[in-house]
C-alpha cells in the first residue's frame, strides 16, 4: 500500500541546533506540505511544493526551510532550532493541486530545549 | 478570504448518544468544506468533504455533514457515538477551485465518549 512516512518521530534537540524532518511517500504524488500542529491553532502551513524544484513558503516559514530534489521526498530543515518551533509537524501529500484530500503522515513530535 | 471557527474545543457524549461537532465558514466566495479526524498519535486523515454537490455529506465511520449556506456552518453529526470515535476533529475551509496551499484548518474539537 502507498504511504507517507516521517523520521523520526520524537527527537528532543537544543536550541541552536540544525535539525532535518525526513518525509516520504510513495503515493507517487507531485504536491508535498509541511504543517505544524499547536494547541490553540489547530495545523499552519510552513513550506510546500507543487513538484520537483518547486518550493513555496506557507504561512509560518520564518526559520524553516525545504528541497525538493525527487518527487518522493520533502525534508523540513530548522537552520537554528528554537523554543518556539517546539511543535508536532506533520507531512502531507495530494493528488492535485486543486484542494482536494490531503494524505498525511503520522508526525514527528520536536522538542527544542 | 476565509476562516474557519470550530465551536467548543471539547465535547464530552456517552456512547449511543448523538454527536453534533460544530463548524462555522467565512468565505467571500463559494467554499469547499471539509472534516478531519485525527485518531491519537496518528496524522490526519479525510472525514468527509463538500465541494459543492450535495448539501448533505456522507463520510466514513456513519459521519456526515450539512452545507448550510444561509447559516455558514457545516456541523459534523454521528447519531450514535462509539468508543472508537474518541479523536480530534478539524473542519477546514478553503475557496472552490483554490490550490491546497489556501486550506485553512480550524483549531480542533476533541470528542470524548463515556461508557
Known amino acids: 500500500d502507498a504511504e507517507i512516512t516521517q523520521s523520526p518521530r520524537h527527537k528532543i534537540t537544543e536550541t541552536g541546533r540544525q535539525v532535518t524532518l525526513a518525509c516520504h511517500q510513495t503515493?507517487?504524488?507531485?504536491?508535498m506540505f509541511w504543517y505544524r500542529q499547536d494547541l490553540g491553532h489547530g495545523l499552519r502551513l510552513i513550506h510546500y511544493?507543487?513538484?520537483?524544484?518547486?518550493?513555496n513558503k506557507g504561512e509560518v516559514s520564518d526559520g524553516y526551510s525545504v528541497s525538493r530534489s525527487n518527487t518522493e521526498d520533502l525534508p523540513l530543515t530548522l537552520e537554528s532550532a528554537a523554543s518556539s518551533q517546539t511543535s508536532v509537524y506533520f507531512c502531507?501529500?495530494?493528488?492535485?493541486?486543486?484542494?482536494?484530500?490531503?494524505?498525511f503522515g503520522e508526525g514527528s513530535r520536536l522538542t527544542v530545549l | 478570504a476565509q476562516s474557519v471557527t470550530q465551536l467548543g474545543s471539547h465535547v464530552s457524549v456517552s456512547e449511543g448518544a448523538l454527536v453534533l461537532l460544530r463548524c462555522n465558514y467565512s468565505?467571500?466566495?463559494?467554499?469547499?468544506l471539509f472534516w478531519y479526524v485525527q485518531y491519537p498519535n496518528q496524522g490526519l486523515q479525510l472525514l468527509l468533504k463538500?465541494?459543492?454537490?450535495?448539501?448533505l455529506v456522507k463520510g466514513i465511520n456513519g459521519f456526515e455533514a450539512e452545507f448550510k449556506k444561509s447559516e455558514t456552518s457545516f456541523h459534523l453529526t454521528k447519531p450514535s457515538a462509539h468508543m472508537s470515535d474518541a479523536a480530534e476533529y478539524f473542519c477546514?475551509?478553503?475557496?472552490?477551485?483554490?490550490?491546497?496551499?489556501?486550506?485553512?484548518f480550524g483549531t480542533g474539537t476533541r470528542l470524548q465518549v463515556f461508557p
Open positions: 468565505s467571500s466566495v463559494p467554499p469547499y
Open positions: 463538500y465541494t459543492s454537490a450535495a448539501t
Open positions: 511544493s507543487y513538484g520537483v524544484q518547486d518550493t
Open positions: 503515493w507517487n504524488h507531485n504536491n
Open positions: 502531507a501529500s495530494s493528488p492535485t493541486t486543486v484542494t482536494g484530500e490531503l494524505f
Open positions: 477546514a475551509v478553503s475557496a472552490q477551485g483554490a490550490s491546497t496551499d489556501k486550506l485553512i
